[in-house]
């Protein structure tokens, strides 16, 4: 819900600024077998990890949520450039890239990453919501080439 409330806040803004947002859906890629094989305390806790990742890699201003299983949401209300969204998509790919240490456990995975932007791709949360959520899809059938 708090998700929500700030991209209608953002879209409200940019809407009245004439400026852009972007919206990330990120899925990470080898999740399930890290809950197979470790447990799902060990799965929980790379969850945790992730988002301390996201939160550490992102501006004050964005906005990182876990939308449910080991899916992410990422908010950038503002934007100098449009291409900046594809930067920190980047940064947030190769953040999430990095080994975690987790129960004792080097544990490795990616992430596939989806982005929509204001007002490009819509400018609706649910068009924004719709794209991302497909690019996320492409980017990972393009990985798993």
Do not use: W
């Amino acid at each position: 819900m708090l998700l929500q409330d700030r991209l209608e806040r953002a879209l409200a803004s940019a809407q009245r600024n004439g400026t852009s947002l972007a919206m990330l859906f990120i899925d990470l890629d080898g999740f399930k077998p890290v809950n197979d094989r470790y447990g799902h305390d060990t799965g929980d806790a790379l969850l945790q990890a992730v988002a301390k990742r996201l939160r550490g890699t992102l501006r004050h201003s964005d906005t990182a949520a876990r939308i449910g299983g080991d899916e992410f949401v990422v908010l950038l209300p503002v934007l100098a450039e449009t291409q900046d969204a594809g930067l920190i998509a980047a940064k947030l790919r190769t953040a999430i890239a990095s080994p975690f240490e987790i129960d004792g456990h080097r544990i490795t995975i990616s992430a596939s990453i989806g982005l929509a932007l204001y007002p490009r791709d819509g400018d609706t949360a649910s068009e924004l919501m719709r794209t991302a959520d497909g690019a996320m899809y492409a980017d990972k059938r393009q990985h798993a080439v």
